[in-house]
């Protein structure tokens, strides 16, 4: 995926930072600070109902239930509609490959190659081409939601904002001056990590960050294999959970699922193709065993996704595999469409390889010809599950908030400066804070644009216009 740049390879560090000062005329920095709903804003509702319209209908009332949950699972939920509100405002030009999700949930720990547990951003099914700061804002906004959920006053939300927005800022600075490849290594392993924030973190803070690491490391495919799977006559098969688990025996129930079962035989082996020769290799010591549709996360419910057992050695030698869904990137229509992808799986993946410092070995991507509703659907696969750490903020003090905030500042700076220009990024930031305060004034305005919308769902559910399941 081609990053567009004002650069070339062999432009000078003072071209770059002249570029990226000047990048200031389009917006400045405490510009950002501003968010404004115009008259002609289009209904938010109307975002997500356009989602759904192509997603599995039975499934899309447990969306809606989830994000009726609170304002922040809302916001989880709502990446359509906020990429809409960024698309509507000025932006600094400083293209980066973007996340697109960036909330805070989305940054957790992850088991790389090597079996060491590093901190990353973990969901890319948006990632796309766009200003820098799109990205920033929609992590401090979600910051400001979780304190709200807890309670938090708005000094405390400030400051986890400002935590989070600083180390983005200071992280860049360090990358700016950096070699290219010792930026491309940089990774914050998680035992690093402990040491480098133990100086800032209370024994009860030390504590929960130890608790977290050694839970994530019980986190495994065989714990998913036990949770997921059962043994009985016809041997080690996907238990069914309807409608969240429904194994692919259970659709084929149907009549029109039949051929939706011929053409997911072809995914494993389509799939293969997308990998490195080693790592083909690797899968075909395994075989193909069942497959389910399982209803993930909150705004991905509705799309397809498939878990796939394989079995290698016996019964005992399990791997799940996630075949999910990929649509066109919410940020896709807001961008000028300057990137393009004949097959969405493959935007998902080469975005995840590009910003993410240690990816998972059975990446790829597939596509089905024509599924339940005659659609042709992208795909891309991953493991089920592999050492993944998920944070609970709802557990956290507000000391617990700003340390993780600083966590998933440092993480996006670094996704930032792997894909974009970290030279004209940190000149267009600077050294003072003005950014900062921009990022925590917009995240106030942004939370309360949020709440606004997640009520709006709950009206919209109460008087019949869409149905929501509390699944």
Known sequence: MSIPSAFTASSAPEE?????????????????????????????????????????????????????????????????????????????????????????????????????LVF??????????????????????????????????????????????????????????????DIWYAQDDADHMRELMASSMSKKARRATAEATAKARTRTHMQAFAKLTRLGPEGRLIAPDPPLITPLRDLMADSSAGDEAKELQTVFEEYMKTLSSERRHLLSHYHLVDVARKVVGVGSVGTRCWIILLLGRDDDDPLLLQAKEAQESVLAAHTGGRVHFDNQGHRVVTGQRLIQTTSDIFLGWTHIVSGLDGRDRDFYVRQLRDWKGIARPETWNPAMLRLFGKLCGGSLARAHARSGDPVALAAYLGGSDRFDRALTEFAQAYADQNERDFEALGEAVRSGRVRASDL
Not at 48 to 73: D, H, N
């Open 120 to 181: 990353d951003i973990n969901d890319f099914d948006e990632t796309h081409p766009g200003p820098f700061e799109w990205d920033v804002k929609r992590l401090a906004a979600s910051f400001v939601i979780a304190a709200r959920a807890n309670g938090f006053s708005s000094a405390e939300q400030d400051a986890a904002v400002a935590e989070c927005v600083e180390a983005y800022r200071t992280r860049m600075r360090e990358f700016a001056g950096m070699r290219t490849l």
């Open 16 to 116: 770059r930072a002249a570029y990226g000062r000047g990048a200031r005329k389009r917006v400045s920095r405490s510009g950002h600070g501003r968010y404004e709903v115009g008259a002609d804003r289009r209904d938010p509702i109307g975002v997500i109902e356009r989602q759904s319209a192509t997603r599995v209908k039975e499934l899309v009332p447990i969306r809606y239930g989830r994000m009726l949950e609170s304002p922040f699972r809302f916001y989880r939920g709502a990446a359509a509609i906020m990429a809409m509100d960024l698309g509507r405002l000025p932006d600094s030009g400083l293209t980066t490959q973007l996340c697109g999700d960036a909330h805070l949930l989305n940054f957790r720990l992850l088991a790389s190659p090597e079996r060491h």
